[in-house]
């Protein structure tokens, strides 16, 4: 039972990197970061048109859960979705991150969207 659930994990890993990795494509961000911690927070942050030093933002615990909520919610409005799907990445990145990266909505981000 032990090697179905870590098998099961690691299945579940491997879909929400390949999200990332075709999130990050999307938006003409380099998808092999999805693979380094750290730099797929900062290029999740670039991808949602904040400034680097939102990466030390998400790092102060506690703050840190506002932070990532406005970096989710950013990021998709730049792929035309809304506060729900927001939450969505949030509450289950493993579902949300590959229909972002696999589907068919673009980035779209413009002088009116950068913050």
């Excluded at 929400?16 to 075709?22: N, P, R, V």
């Excluded at 380094?36 to 506690?62: D, F, M, Q, R």
């Excluded at 579902?95 to 972002?100: A, G, R, T």
């Amino acid at each position: 039972m032990r090697i179905v659930l870590m098998l099961l994990m690691f299945l579940v890993e491997i879909v929400m990197i390949a999200g990332i990795w075709k999130t990050l494509q999307k938006a003409g961000k380099p998808g092999w970061g999805a693979l380094v911690p750290g730099y797929n927070l900062y290029l999740l942050i670039k991808v949602a048109g904040l400034s680097g030093i939102w990466v030390l933002y998400c790092l102060i615990p506690v703050v840190n859960i506002y932070f990532i909520v406005m970096v989710y919610i950013k990021m998709s409005r730049n792929f035309n979705m809304g506060i729900g799907y927001a939450l969505g990445l949030l509450l289950l990145p493993f579902v949300f991150f590959p229909i972002l990266g696999f589907g068919k909505v673009q980035y779209q981000v413009g002088p009116e969207r950068a913050s």
